[in-house]
């Protein structure tokens, strides 16, 4: 069985718990900051953050252009918490200027749950995870408003969407790499190993 590589964008947010949660889930981790970084990876996590400021940096360092071309060619994406917010095709509440790579047809909501103080766990079930419901932490977290016909709902929380997936691109609301459970990362992993160098340019 190949060992797929996953990359973290390093560009700000929680990277180093990502790359643990990865290793732990039997994939090669590294950090991803250019695009020649991203063109050597079977598939990227983009995690949580500030969605507005993951956005600037991407732009910056060059690297949002073929994370887009790559995510178009199928490459498998997982985002958490401002990375859901970077997959989305469309922010319902998008501050000035902040762009997405896209990749899910559905409409986010920033910040939907509450500020940094009213952040919380959850058991969220997760269709795709077996056994015990997912331990989720949930911090300035968006929730999906809606999704389209290609988009699948893998949970939910108080009648709101928290984790989606359509095709190669995966998305939570909540922290999985914070818990210690790597599951969530563990089938991101499988999803990486069966489309290695999926979208390369």
Not at 48 to 56: A, P, Q, V, Y
Not at 163 to 184: C, I, K, M, W, Y
Request: glycine residues 12%.
């Amino acid at each position: 069985m190949t060992t797929p590589v996953v990359g973290v964008l390093a560009l700000q947010g929680d990277v180093r718990e990502h790359l643990i949660a990865l290793a732990s889930a039997d994939a090669l981790a590294r950090p991803v900051r250019r695009p020649e970084e991203l063109a050597e990876v079977d598939g990227l996590v983009i995690p949580g953050g500030e969605s507005t400021t993951i956005s600037k940096l991407a732009t910056l360092f060059g690297v949002m252009e073929p994370l887009r071309a790559r995510v178009r060619g199928g490459m498998p994406v997982y985002g958490t918490c401002a990375g859901m917010i970077m997959l989305a095709d469309k922010i319902l509440d998008p501050r000035s200027g902040q762009e997405t790579v896209g990749g899910i047809d559905m409409i986010v909501r920033r910040n939907a749950f509450g500020r940094q103080n009213e952040s919380f766990e959850a058991a969220v079930d997760v269709k795709g995870v077996e056994g015990a419901p997912v331990e989720g932490v949930f911090i300035r977290a968006p929730w999906v408003e809606s999704v389209g016909a290609q988009a699948e709902v893998l949970a939910e929380h108080e009648g709101h969407i928290v984790a989606v997936r359509q095709g190669n691109a995966l998305a939570t609301s909540f922290h999985p790499e914070l818990t210690g459970d790597h599951r969530v990362h563990a089938l991101f992993v499988e999803m990486a190993r069966g489309n290695p160098r999926a979208g390369s340019l």
